[in-house]
């Protein structure tokens, strides 16, 4: 499931809770005078159930595990196979042009004959990263532009990192 359908998921339960519990508590006040008399008598109890139904949403969203980001590599002009990558990669973290957190990651190699670098958990799916892989060769590879991690399985193309270049 993506974020944006969990996401959607998520405001579609709370509104519809909310709606339960707000329509609830009309009737039990007396606004809907024709309300069904069976209805009217569970009316707080649907209330409650409508209100802890809005708040199993709500924790349940805040307080749900993160899953793993991780990025599968896909590189410009070669085959993963025939890559010689460290296993550590240098990473940064980019806000209004500038470094605002940077660190080195571990990448892994052999899923499906690709490599795959898991994002750190700091790293959140709002954040824009750039990334920039040596191999043992000394050639080194980074993302062409800054992209954001909001993809829990991101193919991206990678390329040749020009002598002197930056980021942002």
């Given at each position: 499931?993506?974020?944006?359908?969990?996401?959607?998921?998520?405001?579609?339960?709370?509104?519809?809770?909310?709606?339960?519990?707000?329509?609830?508590?009309?009737?039990?006040?007396?606004?809907?005078?024709?309300?069904?008399?069976?209805?009217?008598?569970?009316?707080?109890?649907?209330?409650?159930?409508?209100?802890?139904?809005?708040?199993?949403?709500?924790?349940?969203?805040?307080?749900?595990?993160?899953?793993?980001?991780?990025?599968?590599?896909?590189?410009?002009?070669k085959q993963p196979q025939e890559l010689n990558l460290e296993r550590a990669?240098?990473?940064?973290?980019?806000?209004?042009?500038?470094?605002?957190?940077?660190?080195?990651?571990?990448?892994?190699?052999?899923?499906?004959?690709?490599?795959?670098?898991?994002?750190?958990?700091?790293?959140?799916?709002?954040?824009?990263?750039?990334?920039?892989?040596?191999?043992?060769?000394?050639?080194?590879?980074?993302?062409?532009?800054?992209?954001?991690?909001?993809?829990?399985?991101?193919?991206?193309?990678?390329?040749?990192?020009?002598?002197?270049?930056?980021?942002?």
């Amino acid at each position: 499931m993506t974020n944006i359908q969990r996401s959607a998921l998520f405001w579609v339960f709370l509104a519809l809770f909310t709606l339960i519990a707000l329509i609830s508590l009309l009737v039990a006040l007396g606004l809907f005078p024709d309300a069904d008399p069976a209805f009217r008598k569970v009316a707080i109890g649907t209330f409650v159930a409508g209100v802890g139904g809005d708040m199993l949403v709500v924790f349940r969203g805040a307080f749900a595990p993160r899953p793993a980001l991780f990025i599968t590599l896909a590189f410009e002009g070669k085959q993963p196979q025939e890559l010689n990558l460290e296993r550590a990669a240098k990473y940064e973290v980019w806000q209004q042009g500038k470094v605002v957190r940077s660190g080195t990651i571990g990448i892994e190699g052999g899923r499906q004959g690709g490599w795959v670098c898991p994002l750190p958990d700091e790293i959140d799916v709002r954040d824009r990263i750039r990334l920039v892989l040596r191999e043992e060769s000394d050639s080194e590879w980074e993302w062409v532009v800054p992209f954001f991690a909001f993809n829990f399985n991101h193919q991206t193309a990678v390329r040749r990192r020009q002598q002197g270049s930056g980021g942002g």
